[in-house]
């Protein structure tokens, strides 16, 4: 149990293009999920918290108009990269809590590799 | 603010070496801590974890001690293999349930 799947896996896209990745929770309901960002060869930098039915709560620093996340049911929270650039390269990896307020461990996304030309 | 502090890396032992990675953490309140590994290529994986001080959490021969009184959580194995080469990071959860990681330590076990 607590498998977590994101779609796509990589994508590529050309330089002003919006991209969407998909985060969903396959078995079990997520009330909070958690969006990272991995560049190469470094650690997981949370970018926002996405709680279901109302607005994500971004770290400093992180744009919230050009990424933006929705979180509209239990299993499913979406991240869009809008206007992307090649700065926006990156490993995008989601996660979920599971257990409600008292959950003690997130479970992770594969990841998604994102590529802008 | 909460942060995480590993071992710069890169690591390299030969098979059946022990293993050492130090982490440790600043954190208001009462963290857990987890080990996660990486795999070439891969997502995340939770190794083990600990959720109170004292605690040992333990898995496929890694082990790890909460030690509050030195905020630390270091990581280690017996005898390591060649299939347990990977970054692995050190992470804590902070009481607003915002899971914080270290920089990840790479490791490569030769044979």
């Known amino acids: 149990g607590a498998v977590v799947s994101q779609h796509p896996s990589r994508v590529i896209c050309k330089s002003g293009t919006s991209v969407k990745i998909e985060c969903r929770s396959l078995?079990?309901?997520?009330?909070?999920m958690f969006w990272y960002r991995q560049f190469p060869k470094q650690s997981l930098m949370l970018m926002a918290t996405?709680?279901?039915?109302?607005?994500?709560?971004?770290e400093q620093g992180v744009e919230k108009d050009k990424f933006l996340i929705n979180h509209a049911s239990l299993t499913l929270s979406t991240l869009t990269v809008t206007s992307a650039h090649p700065e926006d390269s990156s490993f995008y990896i989601c996660?979920?809590?599971?257990?409600?307020?008292?959950?003690?461990?997130?479970?992770f996304g594969p990841g998604t590799r994102l590529t802008v030309l | 603010g909460d942060s995480v502090t590993q071992m710069e890396g890169p690591v390299t032992l030969s098979e059946e070496a022990f293993l050492t990675i130090n982490c440790t953490y600043t954190?208001?309140?009462?963290?857990?801590l987890f080990w996660y590994v990486q795999y070439p290529g891969e997502g995340l994986q939770l190794l083990l974890k600990?959720?109170?001080?004292?605690d040992k959490g333990s898995n496929k021969g890694f082990e790890a001690t909460y030690r509050k009184e030195t905020t630390s959580f270091h990581l280690e194995k017996g005898s390591v293999q060649v299939s347990d080469s990977a970054v692995y990071f050190c992470?804590?959860?902070?009481?607003?349930?915002?899971?914080?990681f270290g920089p990840g330590t790479s490791l490569s076990v030769i044979p």
């Open positions: 996660s979920a809590g599971r257990g409600g307020a008292t959950y003690n461990e997130q479970f």
């Open positions: 078995d079990f309901q997520a009330t909070t």
């Open positions: 996405s709680n279901e039915g109302s607005k994500a709560t971004y």
């Open positions: 954190a208001t309140g009462y963290p857990s």
């Open positions: 600990a959720t109170k001080a004292d």
């Open positions: 992470a804590l959860k902070t009481s607003y349930d915002k899971v914080i």
